[in-house]
């Protein structure tokens, strides 16, 4: 008899087992492809990382640094990355070239990218930079940035400056002098770079002179992943904005787990005041995190298409969606 209810107990426990088993479902592997190496911007990502959000969602996440971060749209939409990291004007100029992506949710609601000065230059706005020479890194779209910047302050265009080609080295020639200006840097990095050399700077915000309010990074899916896998673009998103959500709260939190989970690799210097700036710059102005609007996507794309950088509008709808936010 002892056998028997021995035996009956060993059947439940298997039958638990087996059960708990059929119940647990197995980790997505998943690859996000950045924008550029780890810093400020991806603060959320680390937090959403450290605190298991993603690991909540049953995805087994890797978050890495492409060796050419350009090349992010094309390989998310050649399913190379699940997804990626990138930037609303690039993306609307590669659909302009038959890539398959869409933005799934905006992290930073308006643009970085600068012109900046040192403050003892007086060299304060557009119109100031008349026979001025300025660092750049060689982007076609930042000449074109110019050129509205410039317009929009009563000169003829980019004309009327002299553009320099440094690459992405923009502090040095400009602390150093050989240069009066550096357009391409960012707000939350090259600012601060500059202060922390001793240099003041001002700051010409490309919003503030002519050029169509933008979002500097946005989340990327195939076309074909947002059609065929929405339950995995909604775990991923629900993740993302938990993360978020925490750094906007608390940014300070997200630099200590992205110097953890870096190795102390970055800058600390620049990093902890430069997600400070961004902070207020992650949710829109009634406070929401990844929201974008149709406003936005068409007006930069109009912009794109008056200047000469596509030759037709396309639609919204094919550039982003709101589907996945909540």
Same mark, same amino acid.
């Given at each position: 008899?002892?056998?028997?209810?021995?035996?009956?107990?060993?059947?439940? !426990?298997?039958?638990?087992?087996?059960?708990?088993? *059929?119940?647990?479902?197995?980790?997505?592997?998943?690859?996000?492809?950045?924008?550029?190496?780890?810093?400020?911007?991806?603060? %959320?990502?680390?937090?959403?990382?450290?605190?298991?959000?993603?690991? /909540?969602?049953?995805?087994?996440?890797?978050?890495?640094?492409?060796?050419?971060?350009?090349?992010?749209?094309?390989? !998310?939409?050649? *399913?190379?990355?699940?997804?990626?990291?990138?930037?609303? &004007? $690039?993306?609307?100029?590669?659909?302009?070239?038959?890539?398959?992506?869409?933005?799934?949710?905006?992290?930073?609601?308006?643009?970085?990218?600068?012109?900046?000065?040192?403050?003892?230059?007086?060299?304060?706005?557009?119109? +100031?930079?008349?026979?001025?020479?300025?660092?750049?890194?060689?982007?076609?779209?930042?000449?074109?940035?110019? +050129?509205?910047?410039?317009?929009? +302050?009563?000169?003829?265009?980019?004309? =009327? !400056?002299?553009?320099?080609?440094?690459?992405? $080295?923009?502090?040095? &020639?400009?602390?150093?002098?050989?240069?009066?200006?550096?357009?391409?840097?960012?707000?939350?990095?090259?600012?601060?770079?500059?202060?922390?050399? *001793?240099?003041?700077?001002?700051?010409?915000?490309?919003?503030?002179?002519?050029?169509? $309010?933008?979002?500097?990074?946005?989340?990327?899916?195939?076309?074909?992943?947002?059609?065929?896998?929405?339950?995995?673009?909604?775990?991923?998103?629900?993740?993302?904005?938990? %993360?978020?959500?925490?750094? !906007?709260?608390? &940014?300070?939190?997200?630099?200590?787990?992205?110097?953890?989970?870096?190795?102390?690799?970055?800058?600390?210097?620049? =990093?902890?005041?430069?997600?400070?700036?961004?902070?207020?710059?992650?949710?829109?102005?009634?406070?929401?995190?990844?929201?974008?609007?149709?406003?936005?996507?068409?007006?930069?794309?109009?912009?794109?298409? /008056?200047?000469?950088?596509?030759?037709?509008? &396309?639609?919204?709808?094919?550039?982003?969606?709101?589907?996945?936010?909540?």
């Amino acid at each position: 008899m002892k056998f028997k209810y021995l035996s009956i107990v060993l059947i439940l !426990v298997c039958s638990i087992f087996v059960l708990s088993c *059929g119940n647990t479902k197995e980790d997505t592997k998943v690859k996000l492809a950045l924008d550029w190496y780890p810093n400020a911007n991806h603060t %959320g990502l680390y937090i959403a990382l450290e605190k298991g959000y993603f690991q /909540d969602e049953n995805i087994d996440i890797e978050i890495y640094t492409p060796s050419d971060p350009s090349t992010v749209l094309q390989t !998310v939409g050649a *399913g190379q990355d699940d997804f990626g990291i990138s930037y609303q &004007p $690039d993306l609307i100029l590669a659909k302009s070239k038959n890539i398959p992506v869409k933005s799934i949710l905006a992290f930073v609601q308006h643009p970085l990218n600068i012109i900046m000065t040192l403050e003892e230059s007086n060299i304060t706005r557009p119109s +100031d930079l008349k026979g001025k020479k300025i660092a750049y890194p060689g982007i076609p779209l930042n000449e074109n940035l110019l +050129d509205t910047l410039l317009k929009a +302050d009563g000169l003829q265009g980019k004309q =009327e !400056v002299e553009l320099i080609n440094t690459g992405y $080295d923009l502090v040095p &020639p400009l602390i150093g002098k050989t240069v009066d200006a550096c357009l391409g840097c960012y707000l939350s990095h090259e600012t601060i770079m500059a202060e922390n050399e *001793g240099f003041p700077v001002n700051v010409m915000r490309m919003e503030k002179w002519g050029v169509p $309010d933008y979002y500097e990074l946005v989340l990327v899916a195939s076309d074909e992943m947002i059609t065929n896998n929405k339950d995995l673009v909604q775990r991923m998103t629900r993740a993302i904005s938990k %993360g978020y959500n925490d750094a !906007v709260s608390n &940014p300070k939190e997200g630099i200590d787990n992205l110097v953890k989970a870096t190795n102390e690799e970055i800058d600390q210097a620049i =990093e902890y005041p430069g997600v400070e700036l961004l902070a207020p710059l992650w949710v829109d102005n009634e406070g929401r995190f990844g929201v974008q609007t149709e406003e936005k996507w068409a007006i930069f794309s109009k912009w794109l298409f /008056d200047t000469g950088q596509i030759t037709s509008i &396309p639609e919204t709808n094919s550039l982003f969606t709101n589907e996945f936010v909540k």
